[in-house]
């Protein structure tokens, strides 16, 4: 099991490497092509992303359990590796940089929905909270070295990071190609194929429900922010891409030592609940201190703030989900990453609406949705007592 997970985080950190390159130079390149509209077509292009995400993520979920993960991961990883390209070569043409992004997210749920169903299939209910932590810190690190990189790299140009993620994600088809092992049995798949095709929806009932939208909420506030930062600091305090390369490379550390250090080491089956209100609140605060801050260097520090309440959230939530599911792994999974990229269709749009009334907005709605998710879990917690005790008196 543990030389499966190594090979899925190895391919996850590189995929998110490949895509947090072009965090710090979207806002950029689009501010160049149209500068009166940049905030418009920033948002435009990362909810066209997550809008196809959104409807293919359950086709690949339901896809993979019928003729395994192994061949979906692979298709989605060379979707990817395409849609860079495309973007590299642009040259700034908007229609391209859209068409890009819809081929980018068609094939985005493919990657992350089925890994984290392969997570699923080969750990057990004791071992899940340590096998999604492995996924949340393969995810940080790619978007802690991702944005990073990319910032150097604009240096040379804006449109060598696309060149290079396009690199980078072919590799990662060859290294699946040749290590990643198929976690779907034939008896798993003959079940799967047996099995009456139900709606994503399904997933979406009793206690559940309630996680379902609070990982929404996270999505959305992290969508807010990732649409409006780069903007933002560039009419406060006049960043560079190599600014925000810089400071997502530190959030990103510092959530991946948390996912690391703590979720994987200290949070045991049943606590996930605590850790998930801590990070919430420890969110919130990131978001509010934001609206405070006067040079980048101040902004870095309040965005690792908000890392780190990020990093406890996400890989507990994904736990209980698995955990608690009455339907399939890969119904369950893609649902939650529907969700995910729900947030992100609505996120970025929204910001950029915040963002052109006043530039403080993004980050105190972000900060007062992550709290009103409080609500969301003590809502889940109760449901699911409930559940059990109905079960127990049965």
């Known amino acids: 099991m543990k030389s499966k997970l190594a090979i899925v985080a190895l391919m996850l950190m590189t995929t998110f490497v490949g895509f947090g390159i072009i965090i710090p130079v979207l806002p950029q390149m689009v501010s160049e092509v149209s500068p009166q509209s940049a905030n418009w077509h920033t948002g435009a292009m990362l909810t066209l992303y997550s809008l196809a995400s959104f409807l293919l993520s359950p086709v690949w979920g339901s896809l993979s359990e019928k003729i395994g993960r192994r061949p979906v991961i692979m298709t989605g990883v060379l979707g990817f590796c395409v849609s860079f390209l495309l973007f590299g070569l642009a040259d700034g043409n908007l229609t391209i940089m859209y068409a890009s992004r819809l081929l980018g997210g068609l094939f985005s749920g493919a990657v992350t929905a089925s890994i984290?169903?392969?997570?699923?299939?080969?750990?057990?209910?004791?071992?899940?909270?340590k096998g999604m932590a492995v996924v949340g810190m393969s995810i940080g690190l790619g978007f802690t070295f991702g944005p990073f990189v990319g910032g150097v790299l604009s240096e040379v140009s804006l449109n060598t990071p696309f060149y290079v993620a396009a690199g980078l994600s072919l590799l990662t088809f060859i290294a699946a190609w040749t290590r990643l092992q198929e976690s779907m049995t034939p008896e798993r798949r003959a079940e799967a194929a047996s099995r009456k095709r139900v709606s994503r929806w399904t997933a979406f009932q009793g206690s559940l429900k309630y996680l379902y939208v609070l990982a929404f909420f996270v999505t959305f506030s992290?969508?807010?922010?990732?649409?409006?930062?780069q903007l933002f600091g560039m009419d406060k305090f006049n960043v560079t891409p190599l600014n925000i390369g810089m400071m997502f490379f530190f959030c990103g550390l510092v959530g991946a030592l948390i996912q690391g250090g703590v979720v994987r080491r200290r949070v045991k089956k049943g606590q996930?609940?605590?850790?998930?209100?801590?990070?919430?609140?420890?969110?919130?605060?990131?978001?509010?201190?934001l609206l405070t801050a006067k040079s980048w260097l101040l902004a870095t520090v309040y965005l690792c703030i908000f890392g780190i309440g990020n990093a406890l959230i996400r890989p507990c939530v994904t736990s209980l989900i698995t955990q608690k599911t009455t339907v399939g792994q890969g119904i369950a999974s893609g649902l939650s990453s529907s969700m995910d990229s729900l947030g992100r269709i609505v996120g970025p749009v929204l910001g950029a609406a915040l963002l052109g009334l006043q530039s403080w907005l993004p980050f105190l709605v972000s900060g007062l949705l992550s709290l009103a998710a409080l609500g969301l879990l003590a809502r889940f917690r109760s449901a699911d007592r409930a559940a059990q005790q109905a079960q127990t008196q049965a």
């Open 222 to 229: 992290l969508a807010i922010l990732e649409a409006t930062l």
């Open 272 to 289: 996930e609940g605590i850790y998930i209100a801590v990070g919430l609140v420890i969110s919130a605060v990131g978001f509010f201190l």
């Open 116 to 129: 984290v169903a392969y997570v699923a299939d080969i750990t057990t209910e004791e071992e899940r909270t």
